[in-house]
């Protein structure tokens, strides 16, 4: 029993602490976390987070008394918190991300908030942050990739374990207990790609933070459940991904972190992570050349192979489909120097100087693009290979420049001035109180020296 | 005739608020008073407990109860889930061979908001639309859904339970069909968990995946518009490519006759006995014999059952020690018949398996399967563990004399329904369990067998609420 997958997975996360972290580690985390609560305050500007705060009303009535730092009654069931939370931090498509894994910064971080754990110091959240975030690439690695091709959506089915990991070292859980809360997060584990397109997508990783909490919550009042739910015939690997890809994924548990190799991505532009490198592009040329949209008579971009596929809006109507619509997001970086959350609003979209510019581009896939694969069997769309944008002025020049890495990605990490940027941006597209929410990024910069997170959070949106 | 996912949120959005005939509503009205029994007896369980322990963990600060013994101010899918976790504690719920354990889950979802009432009418005709979901996406997911490792009773209970709320609230087409995308990616529930209190806790999730579905589409959460549909659909996922969509063909007439629904035909098996229906016949068979001996357990010298082939797959406790591996035994269940005669929830603690005159009784219990058992389907390819053929006893006792008793279909099967009386007996078990009055199923059954005139069913309920409040000073943490 002690041998086995699950066993492993919760001793690391029972025995592991801070001192054991590498360098590097807590930076990286305070940054994710950041940019999480970012992504979280925004949430409520788009339609899943308006429903779900709509629901959340519903359900919690209003008992009066103190809020927390999402507006929902104090008293309000930690999984519940936990489900708006997260909902409110992908609704907007702008949270982290990791190849393989999905986007778990925002599940992580909404658990944690969302238990009865107060006060809560830096520390201890950066501490239970950091081995939750290693438990999800470890069990998202152990599934493989075989799991998304069957359809599944890896960060909500996959996420709710690291979920229950960073919970339970909150709730101090026994590796027993905590083998237990992963037997009932196996039990609760679910979220399927055909609901992409679609608000419960961001759903989706509301339930995974809210799995977490709940099960961690459940094996604390004494529930039971398989203890070694990850492995052999017909446990959760076997079922969900025919056995896995990667048995070995957590051979090196410890020793290497994802935190630090790979490293996330913080996304810089609240669009499909398809569009980043060549918006990246545009807005180089742009500054570099001091292009206004009158100079310009051709945007061209060649793409990888596979780069463009989730660009499926070529006339795109509203904000959303803006998202996925490389005519407009190119369009909108030569108008407006920028692309922001403001770039998606349907109004935004619809610009009869947009209009004008969309028809400018000419995007091609191009296996010349992905030279290490070139027909992208294990590339995703926004990784791999460089776009190559030209753009054409009305003098005659040709101005080409090629990204192989966008901004955001571990290669090109976000400075700390594009944080407080995508942080500004968040509070405006949320309608919030600018001054107070930046009190709220600087006091988070401080996050390890924190002695009481949520007293911070809610000091800066009360 | 569009796809799958049209077809079921039209025949919902329908079918919602239709009034059933006598039938129908007698049909519900005997699976909800087994429900109500079985959710009141779940806090005499440690499942029930500890879902009770975590529902008062996360709720507000009234002291109010609801009937089944959890806080007032839970937030609905938290109270359904609680409430179906409860259900199942024992696993003394019904049975629709195939489809799992509906009935419980779709009360606990139906009654989960407290300020929602629920008349009888309104309850019938959203069970009996919830069931024949559950009853057709059960088939429609096929069987390599459960050889895989999944608990149909969770996954394909949600979108029952889905489909329930739906009809309860009146959601239009567009709206069902958004709960049902919804759902889709809320169901999980593995088999590994049988054995634990997880596998109770699945039957609560499944009703709150219900609640949450429905609220989420009535409070405007869209989802993909044909979640069952297609390739990387959910039929396809959770079938692994077996799905039987053909199992709903018939969908529509059932609209227009309505004299096929799943809930008449084949209609709940509903549990007399707490413990696994594939022990019931040789019990019975066993308290036949006995009867015609008129002996007492200790004249009994040998107890030889013949079974038909499967049966005994899932009786894995020759010798168990604990009460839930004794739910799970044949020798112990017969020989606990033969000794108290009869089997109640009292049967089932840890103390009553291992009386020494009880394990000397299973010394003499003897069991074979036997193709001869089952004659239309010998191997028992296409009959369900409890069910199919006929089980025989042989009873001896010490003077000499046997007797011999053949039993053929299951006690609380559709063809042999529970009496009026071991409805009654069955409810007082549960009422004593879950710390009730006993005495109260007299109340309970005189209103809930008049399901159809009951105005308010929460509020007829409330003489269930327990009286005193389990002092949390027992909560862990």
Redesign the interface.
Known sequence: MTDSLTARLADFVVETSREDFPDGIEDTVVRLIIDTVGVILAGRSGGAGENILRYADAVCGDPGGRTNWLGMPASAPPELVALVSSTLGHALDFDDELAGTGHPASILTSAMLALPVRPLSGERLIEAFAIGYEANVRVAHLVGHRHYRKGWHTTSTIGGFGAVAAAAKLLNLDATQLRTAFGIVGSLASGIQRNFGSMTKPLHSGLAARNGVLAAQLAAAGFTAAQDILDGPRGFVDIYADGGDHPDALDDLGRSWALLDPGPTLKKYPCCYATHRPIDAVLRLRAEHNLTPADVVAVIDRAPTFGLTPLIHHDPKTGLQGKFSLEYVVAAALLDGEITLGSFTDEAVNRPEIRALMPLLDAKEDPRCRPEDPTAADSSAGTGGFHEVTIRTTDGRELTTRVEYPSGSPKHPLSWDDSRAKFRDCLRAAGRDEARGMALFDALCGLPDLTDVHATLESAVA | MGGITDRLAEFVATNAGRQFGEEHAAAVAAVVIDSVGVIVAGAGS??G???L??AR?????SAELRWWGGPA??????AAMTAGTLAHALDFDDALPGAGHPSAILLSALLADRHIPVSGPALISAFVIGYEVNARLAKAVGHRHYL????TT?TIGSFGATAAVCALLGLDQPAVQAAF??A??????????FG???KP??SG?AASNGVLAA??AR??????EA?FDGP???L??YSLGAARPEALDDLDDLSKAGDRWAIISPGSTVKKYPCALETYRAVEAAMRAQAELGVPAEQVAAVECAVPPGTMGPLRYDRPTTELEAKFSMPYTVAAALLDGGLTLGSFTDAAVGRPAVRALMEVVSVREDVACRPEDPEGRNSSASSGGFVDVVLRARDGRSARARVVEVSGSPARPLTEPEQRTKLTDCLRTGGRDPALADEVLARLRRLDQVDDLDQALTILTPTTVTPTSEE??
């Open positions: 440690d499942a407990t500890a879902a322990r975590y963990s996360v709720a507000g600060s101010d839970l937030p609905p899918p938290i895989h490792g999944w608990h969770a995308g919804i889709g990616s809320l169901t999980g529930g593995l088999q590994r968990n634990t209190m997880t806790l699945h999730l609220s989420l409070h405007g959460m869209t989802s993909a979640i990387r659909a959910y396809d996922i862990p943490q």
